[in-house]
Structures are given as C-alpha cells and as structure tokens.
C-alpha cells in the first residue's frame, strides 16, 4: 500500500454536513475523502429530531412568537419573506433527494413522517389573564386555518386549535446509513487524534497498519462541536437537556410542536422505536433548552409536570424517563435572530463549516463547494484504491440505545 495519497477535499468529521458535502463533491468530479474518528453522525445528527422545517414553521411559530422563529428558527417581517423562500427550497431540495431525483440520492431513507403538526394551546382563561394579556394570542402574521384537531392529538388530550405541517420527519439512522453504503469507499476512519500538519496533510491511522498521509489541496472540518478547536472559527454552542421518555402505551406517531409566547416552540415531540421495539417519545423545544441548567431530579419533574399540562390524556402510568445533555452547534445569527444560514469560515486552505440544523445542510454543501471553486479549485481524478482495506465507521446508535442510560 502506498503511504501517501494525494486528494482535492479530505472532509474531517462524518455528521450529515460532511456526509452531504462528500455526495456533492464527489457527484461533481472532486476526489473527496471523509475522514470520521468515532461514529457516522456521533454528535448532533443522531442525537437530532430528524425534523425537516419549511416556511409554515417559520410562519406558524412566527405567529406563536408574535413575529419571529420557526419551530428551529426565525426572523422578522422583511428577513422573514427571504428566510421562508430559502426554507422551502430547502425541503425541496430533500424531498427531491429523498424520492431519489436529488443532487443527492437519498431513496431508501426511511421518513417516520411525511407530516408534523403545530398546535397553539389554549390560554387560561381566568378574567386576570384576559386582563393583562388581552391581544397575546393574536397572531402577528397571516397562518393558514386551522384543521380539526387529529384524533391522534386529541385523545392525548390536546383541544387548541391545530395546523398541519406538510413537512417530513427523517429516521435520522437510515439517512447515516444511506450516505455509508453509498459513499463507502471515501470513507475512513481515523483512530488517532487528527493532526493536520502546516503543509495540511493529515496522518491516517488505525491499529496494525501502516499509517497513510493524506495530502490534500484542501481540507474541510465539518467536525461539529469540536470545529470550536479550530480558534479562528466563529462556532457559537448552545447546551440542550432532551428529555427520553420510554412507554408501554405511547402513541408512536406523535410528531408535534406546542406553540409558546416565544421564538422556540414550548415543546416538540417526536417519536421514535427503541431497539427492543419500545416506543420513544424524545421531546425537545423550551422545555430542553430552559432545562439546561436544571439537575436531571428536577428536570424530569417538570417534564412530567408538563406534559401532564399539555397533554392531559397521555397515559405516562409506566413511563420511564431519562434525559440528555447535548451541545447543538448553531449557525450565524441575523440581527440577533435565530440562525438563518450555515456557518462558513476559512483560515487559508482549511474551511470550517456547520449547519445550524439538518435543514441547512445542501445549503452548506453548495456554499462551500463555491467557495472552492472561487478559490480555484478544479476537479481532478483520484484513485481511492490504496485505502481500499481500510477500516470504515459503523453508523452511531440512538441516544435511546445506550445500555448506560439510567431510566426513571
Ligand atoms: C438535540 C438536537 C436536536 C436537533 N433536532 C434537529 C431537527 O429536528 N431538525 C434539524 O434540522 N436540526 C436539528 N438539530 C440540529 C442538527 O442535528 C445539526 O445541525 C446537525 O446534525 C449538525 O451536523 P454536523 O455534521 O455538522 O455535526 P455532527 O452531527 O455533530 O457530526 C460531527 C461529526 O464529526 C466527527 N468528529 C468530531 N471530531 C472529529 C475529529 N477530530 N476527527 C474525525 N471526526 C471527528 C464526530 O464523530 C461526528 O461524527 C438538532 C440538534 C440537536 C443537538
């Protein structure tokens, strides 16, 4: 084997930004190699909630926020216009990737839905509130009808008035999946801690091998949280705490978001099948992003409390619940508004770059390839073939499947 391979792109991190980014370069003739050093989409991707948001979250959540996010984000009135154009593009451009007819061949992804829904609770009605809220509820923004509240959410107890997202849910796991059997000779894994040397080559190394340099004319790291070690790149990090939540008698369709007074949906439940089949309820929103100081006693007492206030009829009889910490990397902010794009920063020949949410992420893939097209960079033929017996990640596991969890 030789121990020296010259390539375009070596991409550092395998999420799904640098999963995407290796389909697109490579579709575009770019020798690309994905470098990963634990597991396909150990981080965020399979920690996400696998939701993709177009413009009616924008919208929907706008009017929830009085003017402002979407169920991941948002802006106001003018931004907002631009924002809900790109959003739909954007699932467009997955649900053309998805049925196959994409930049990006994503058929045999499985989608866990091809709906979610949004509903605005109710507000007490004590004649204080009345008072001191009178026009809270009223929404700044022109939202679509409500429908008749689905079965499914009214016999969990929800009576509000109710909006159908036509917007899928990925199982994130399949998506990692597809990108690792289609991709799968451009991608290694490294067992080292990656040094990438100043002439930017990058020692490959697995147990009982000859380590192999890679040496490419560009280097890209789309390496989630730890892009923070990369000093020169703005990666802004925000701590969540998800609750888990495992039952006998959960629905295992819910894929809904509870509006609240602010930016950030008050809670967003997506539901999920544990490896032993039980169903996962894995609920985010406020409650996650409120909870991230809270210990985990008095995170999950309140995420009891609250869903018992949202959802009055769930049956939580034996219910087990645990929670997860996890920090979300975000993308530039506009005006202090939830992040609208991907984030992109360059330090010479090496890019850094994170998506903000799944949702960004062709949008990442075309911004960088741009950028390195701009830069010169021309596709040139490569032979992967030397690292033909090198080892390849396995797809990360869900949260839900870490036999260290402890439930409660
Ligand atoms: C709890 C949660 C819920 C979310 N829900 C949604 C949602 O419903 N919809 C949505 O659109 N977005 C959602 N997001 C955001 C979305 O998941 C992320 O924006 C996206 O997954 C980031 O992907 P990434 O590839 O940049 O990073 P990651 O998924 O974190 O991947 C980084 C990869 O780099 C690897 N790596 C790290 N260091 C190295 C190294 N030195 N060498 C080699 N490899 C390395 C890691 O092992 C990992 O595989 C959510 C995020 C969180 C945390």
């Known amino acids: ?99 196959g007819s994409g930049e990006v061949d994503l058929s045999g992804v499985r989608q866990l839905s091809q709906l979610q829904y949004l509903w605005m609770p109710k507000p007490r009605s004590s004649w204080l509130n009345r008072l001191i809220h009178p026009f809270k509820r009223k929404p700044a923004i022109a939202i679509p009808t409500g429908i008749d509240c689905p079965a499914l959410l009214s016999q969990l107890g929800v009576d509000g008035a109710v909006y159908q997202l036509d917007e899928p849910v ?16 451009a991608i290694v894994l490294n067992r080292g801690s990656l040094v990438l040397s100043s002439d930017g080559a990058i020692a490959l190394l697995a147990p009982e091998r000859n380590p192999v340099t890679i040496r490419p004319r560009w280097c890209v790291f789309t390496a989630g949280v730890e892009n923070a070690a990369l000093v020169w790149a703005p ?9 888990i939540v495992r039952g006998k008698h959960l629905p295992d369709n819910v894929y809904a978001h509870c509006l609240s007074d602010g930016a950030t949906p008050r809670l967003t439940i997506t539901s999920h099948r544990a490896a032993d089949g039980s169903v996962i309820w894995y609920l985010g929103g406020q409650l996650a992003e409120e909870g ?27 219910a087990q619940f645990t929670t997860l ?20 920063s360059q330090n010479g020949k090496v890019i850094a770059a994170w998506p903000g949410s799944l949702t960004m992420v062709p949008m990442l893939a075309e911004a960088v390839v741009q950028r390195l097209e701009r830069n010169g960079l021309r596709p040139a033929a490569v032979s992967l073939e030397p690292l033909a017996d090198w080892p390849r990640p396995e797809v990360a596991s869900y949260p839900w499947d870490n036999e260290q969890l402890v439930w409660q």
């Open 1 to 99: 084997m030789s121990d020296s391979l010259n390539i375009d792109v070596a991409i550092v991190g395998g999420g799904i930004a640098g999963l995407w980014l290796l389909s697109h370069l490579r579709a575009h003739g770019y020798g690309a190699l994905l470098i990963e050093g634990r597991r396909l989409g150990q981080g965020q991707t399979i920690a996400s909630q696998g939701l993709i948001y177009g413009s009616s979250s924008y919208t929907l959540a706008g009017a929830g926020a009085g003017a402002g996010a979407g169920a991941g984000a948002g802006a106001g009135a003018g931004a907002g216009a631009e924002i809900d154009r790109t959003a739909d593009k954007l699932t467009e451009i997955w649900r053309r990737c998805l049925t």
């Open 170 to 185: 990925l199982d994130v796991a399949s998506l990692l999946q597809v990108f690792a059997e289609r991709q799968r000779e």
């Open 235 to 243: 990666v802004k990090i925000r701590t969540v705490h998800m609750i």
């Open 292 to 318: 991230k100081r809270r210990r985990v006693s008095q995170h999950l007492r309140e995420a009891r409390r609250e869903l018992t206030r949202l959802l009055p009829k769930a049956d939580l009889k034996d």
């Open 325 to 344: 910490r996890i920090r979300r990397v975000e993308g530039p902010r506009t005006e202090g508004k939830h992040p609208d794009k991907p984030g992109v």
